[in-house]
C-alpha cells in the first residue's frame, strides 16, 4: 500500500502472514452488477495475491448477459473474488467480490455472511443496473458505500445527482474512485470503515 501502516508481511514461503499484532479481522463484500469492476478492485487494493473465479465469456451467455457497453470484456466472475488488505497493524479487511451476472447472485447469501459491510461498486454509464443491487443490500439491512468507478470517457455526475437518481438517504456516503488505482480503492474501504463507525452511534440509520 501507500503508506507505513499497510506494510505487507512474509511468512512461510513466500505467503503474507498477519502481523502479530491484527486484533480485529472484518469481512467486507464488494458488489455490483456485471462488469463495474469489483475484480479490478479486489485485485488492486489486495496485499495478497488475490483468488479469483473468472471463466471466459462464450455463446452461452448471449440474450442472458446485458453486455451493453462492455464488448470488449472477455471475461466474468462467477463465484467470488478474495483478497486481504490491513487497514493498519490492527485491522485487517477480507474482501469479498461477488459474482454481477443476475444468474449467479444465489451465491450472495453465502458470500453476505458474517460480512460488516459492503461497497456497491456502479457504473455511471449505466447506474439502472445498480438499482436491484442497492435493492437486496436494503433487504438484507447491511450498512454499504456507494463508489463510483470513473471509466474512462464515462459521463461526470454530481454528488446530488447520484443521490437523486439512486434514491439514496443522504448519510449513505457515495464516493468517486479508479477501481484500477490502489490508494482509489483504499480509499474507497476508508470511507466505508469510517461510516461503520458512525452507525455505532447513530444506529437507527440502518
Not at 86 to 100: A, H, I, K, Q, R
Request: contains cysteine.
Amino acid at each position: 500500500m501507500d503508506s507505513p501502516s499497510s506494510n505487507r508481511w512474509p511468512g512461510p514461503n513466500g505467503v503474507h502472514a498477519l502481523p502479530a499484532s491484527a486484533a480485529a479481522a472484518v469481512k467486507v463484500v464488494v458488489v455490483g452488477s456485471f462488469g463495474v469492476g469489483k475484480t479490478t478492485m479486489v485485485g488492486a487494493v489486495s496485499e495478497i495475491q488475490p483468488l479469483t473465479t473468472e471463466e471466459r465469456i462464450t455463446e452461452a451467455s448471449v440474450g442472458i448477459d446485458d453486455t451493453a457497453g462492455l464488448e470488449g470484456k472477455s471475461s466474468t466472475t462467477v463465484a467470488m473474488d478474495f483478497g486481504r488488505i490491513s487497514v493498519n497493524d490492527e485491522l485487517v479487511l477480507y474482501l469479498f467480490g461477488t459474482p454481477g451476472q443476475e444468474r449467479f447472485w444465489f451465491l450472495w447469501n453465502g458470500l453476505f455472511e458474517g460480512a460488516l459491510g459492503a461497497v456497491v461498486l456502479i457504473d455511471p454509464r449505466r447506474l439502472e443496473l445498480s438499482f436491484d443491487v442497492l435493492h437486496r443490500l436494503e433487504e438484507r439491512r447491511l450498512p454499504f458505500v456507494v463508489a463510483v468507478n470513473q471509466f474512462d470517457g464515462a459521463p461526470l455526475h454530481s454528488i446530488p445527482d447520484l443521490r437523486e437518481a439512486l434514491d439514496l438517504p443522504g448519510w449513505v456516503p457515495i464516493v468517486a474512485c479508479d477501481a484500477r488505482r490502489r490508494s482509489s480503492s483504499r480509499d474507497v474501504l476508508l470511507s466505508l470503515m469510517r461510516y461503520l463507525y458512525s452507525l455505532t452511534t447513530s444506529p437507527e440509520r440502518l
